[in-house]
């Protein structure tokens, strides 16, 4: 669940731009040395919650950031496509926290983990 700090305020990134970011990142996983006769490891891209509101110490280094991350779930769901990664999208099950409007609650944590588990457990599992 990479992306978020690609839309501090000190950085021209978009959706697309982020996306191409996580696709650089699976080809490296993809092409890392392992071991003779381990299989390359299934790679699941999760699409972080979108940016809402920067508040509190954070907002000026988020700000811009909402509008910045629009589209970032399509976008990473795309590269994951082209790529035959797994996809989640975690705003199906969280959004960002209501408190900085970035990072996540404590809650959100555990909620994510469950969801990501039901994802991630069968991708294991048929190595």
Known sequence: MLGTNDFQSMHANDAWLSAQGIAALVRAIREA???PGMPVPPVLVAAPP???NPRGPIAPKFAGGEAKCAGLAAAYREVAR???????DCAAVI???????VHLDAGQHRELG????GVAGPLLDTR
């Open 33 to 35: 040395p392992i071991e």
């Open 50 to 52: 979108p940016i809402r």
């Open 82 to 88: 082209e790529l035959s990664c797994a996809f989640f």
């Open 95 to 101: 959004s960002s926290s209501a408190l900085d409007g």
């Open 114 to 117: 469950e969801a990501v588990a």
